[in-house]
């Protein structure tokens, strides 16, 4: 037997999880990235484009499980990445097959658009100061390193496989030893930016608010997970201990989503249906809002309509290369 | 705490939404639900929110500030200023409106609304309406 077996078909498992919950990580409004009424995905329609769908994800994992399992017979290395991939472009077309149908059978969306006449949501709340604490993390850990200088051995791990061992080393300077925090300090600078840049270039809503609420937590989570990261070459416990945080953080991110868009009362932004492609592409030059909601999963997408989006994608693509520089390699 | 002043535009009217903009904010200042320092969105902020481009919104609210009801500052957000009291309309002026409401009954007559209705809907508009 294969010794990758396993390992694919846990990733196939995985794959075809992901594809399967698809249509339940997305807003209640949306049904194959489509807006519906409310109820829709009970009605018939919905519930025969649901099925539908769900079956074709299912056989697709059956069918990457059956290649896996028979690939003794078979030689070459391609044929195992195909199988791993098979739910996930099968599902995808699936996907859109579904979306043509449900586009065809939902109502047109309502042309009126409501606003409240108040500029009170247009300010930053108060607690988005709670961004500032987490800088103690790196500050305190690169005073602590600094503290202990002359413990740090001139060479140290800065990488380990699977079983704990080191397999890539540093030689012990400033910006080997410091350079972790650097990057830490570097990516929560992006976050607050990015998070700004979500709020004034969005709609406002109860999802802007909670993806503000996401970015603070995660600046937190980066700056403790980093400030760990940064005492390996002394500290006294295994690395593979980093992982578990970095495990726990993302699934607990992902139950919140989870509560967030399963509420039926989460609102949906009233973009144009035919201004999206492939469910999760959002050009509109005649829409000012830079950021616009996700039909497929939670969170904003960039309007690529809008010039500004280039912009801001082409500033975070330069930010997060000039990050990696200072990372010690 | 009164309700919110909203405003409400169809993007597939024929009405353009400037002029949709401009004729729903002049019913609230007229109505009094945005008095006086009521602070209204940015031109950045609703041209967002209705999804429209930011010069539509912002020749709006010129339109109206060139009405004595905005005071446009730039950098600061429009804000809703007490109007003195306005001279009598000129008989031109007049007859425009007298030839937008004799079209608008008309249109209303021709929809089958009765003459009693229309009265009733035209007396009770000018109660809801403070000045």
């Known amino acids: ?329 | 705490m009164p309700p919110l002043a909203k405003i409400r535009i169809d993007l597939n009217s024929p009405v353009p939404a400037y002029r949709q903009i401009v004729d729903a904010l002049r019913v609230l200042l007229v109505d009094g639900s945005l008095p006086p320092a009521s602070e209204l969105p940015s031109v950045r902020r609703l041209a967002m929110e209705l999804g429209i481009h930011f010069n539509t919104v912002g020749e709006a609210y010129r339109t109206l500030a060139e009405e004595g009801w905005l005071d446009l500052r730039h950098g600061r957000s429009a804000k809703v200023i007490a109007r003195g009291a306005q001279s009598a309309a000129s008989p031109e002026r007049l007859q425009e409106f007298r030839t937008q409401l004799r079209n608008l009954v008309a249109q209303m007559r021709a929809a089958g609304v009765p003459r009693s209705r229309i009265a009733a809907e035209l007396r009770s508009m000018m109660e809801g309406l403070n000045p």
């Open chain 1, 1 to 329: 037997m294969n010794n990758d077996l396993p390992v694919s078909l846990l990733v196939t498992a995985f794959t075809g999880a992901v594809m399967l919950l698809l249509p339940h990580i997305s807003p209640r409004r949306y049904c194959f990235a489509i807006t519906v009424p409310p109820g829709f995905p009970a009605s018939p329609a919905g519930r025969t484009s649901l099925r539908r769908y769900y079956s074709a994800v299912v056989c697709s994992i059956v069918i990457s499980a059956v290649i896996l399992l028979e690939l003794d017979h078979w030689s070459g290395p391609v044929l195992p990445v195909v199988a791993m991939l098979a739910p996930t472009v099968l599902g995808m077309l699936a996907y859109l097959f579904e979306r043509y149908h449900v586009s065809q059978v939902a109502p047109r969306p309502d042309p009126v658009r409501v606003v409240e006449l108040s500029s009170d949501d247009d300010r930053l709340p108060r607690w988005i100061a709670l961004v500032l604490p987490p800088f103690a993390f790196p500050i305190a850990t690169a005073a602590w390193l600094r503290a202990r200088w002359n413990q740090i051995p001139a060479r140290f791990p800065i990488h380990w496989n699977g079983h704990d061992i080191a397999d890539r080393f540093a030689d012990k300077t400033p910006r080997a030893v410091y350079g972790p925090l650097l990057f830490c300090v570097g990516m929560m600078l992006v976050l607050i930016l990015m998070t700004l840049a979500m709020f004034y270039g969005s709609r406002r809503g109860r999802q802007r608010t909670a993806i503000v609420k996401m970015m603070v937590a995660t600046i937190y989570f980066i700056a403790a997970l980093f400030s760990v990261i940064a005492t390996l070459p002394i500290a006294p416990f295994p690395p593979s201990m980093v992982l578990i945080p970095g495990l726990l953080f993302p699934a607990l991110l992902l139950i919140w989503v989870i509560r967030i868009v399963r509420d039926p009362g989460m609102p949906v932004d009233q973009t144009p249906d035919g201004c999206w492609y492939l469910g999760s592409i959002y050009v509109n030059a005649k829409d000012p809002a830079i950021f616009v909601q996700r039909r497929i999963g939670f969170g904003y997408t960039m309007n690529m309509g809008n010039r500004l989006a280039w912009m801001f994608m082409g500033g975070f693509v330069a930010a997060i290369v000039g990050l990696v520089f200072t990372l010690p390699r």
